[in-house]
């Protein structure tokens, strides 16, 4: 089974930067899609960005295209996502999931139901 555990979450100003982590043990990164979700209060889950190693690709949502970057460390497996120019409405708790899409995941990345393993999430905070 998949384990994953997140970290490198914290409070920081707007305009500042934070790089998550997502340590998986269990599987090897590459084998799976390992994505970030958030989920702010009051607001339903969203899919931030992913890494679909097996086709070298990667991912955003819209609103964070240009201030997110997704990477993988094979050596340590484990996946970053640096994150800068945060803005209060980053403010979230922000999980790391791994699962199995169809093909290079363009048109799954975003949906929660292929991920089967979920980490336990870490809080960001953005204040203004």
């Known amino acids: 089974e998949v384990q994953l555990v997140e970290s490198g979450g914290g409070l920081v100003q707007t305009g500042g930067s934070l790089r998550l982590s997502c340590a998986a043990s269990?599987?090897?990164?590459?084998?799976?899609?390992i994505s970030w979700f958030r989920q702010a209060p009051g607001k339903e889950q969203e899919a931030v960005s992913a890494?679909?190693?097996?086709?070298?690709?990667?991912y955003y949502k819209d609103s964070v295209k240009g201030r997110f970057t997704i990477s993988s460390d094979n050596a340590k497996n484990t996946v970053h996502l640096l994150m800068n120019d945060l803005k209060p409405e980053d403010t979230a708790v922000y999980f790391c999931?791994?699962?199995?899409?169809?093909?290079?995941?363009?048109?799954?990345?975003?949906?929660?139901?292929?991920?089967?393993?979920w980490g336990q999430g870490t809080q960001v905070t953005v204040s203004s």
């Open positions: 999931a791994a699962g199995i899409l169809p093909g290079d995941g363009f048109n799954s990345w975003y949906v929660g139901l292929y991920y089967d393993y």
């Open positions: 269990g599987a090897t990164i590459d084998d799976y899609a």
């Open positions: 890494i679909v190693s097996t086709h070298s690709s990667t």
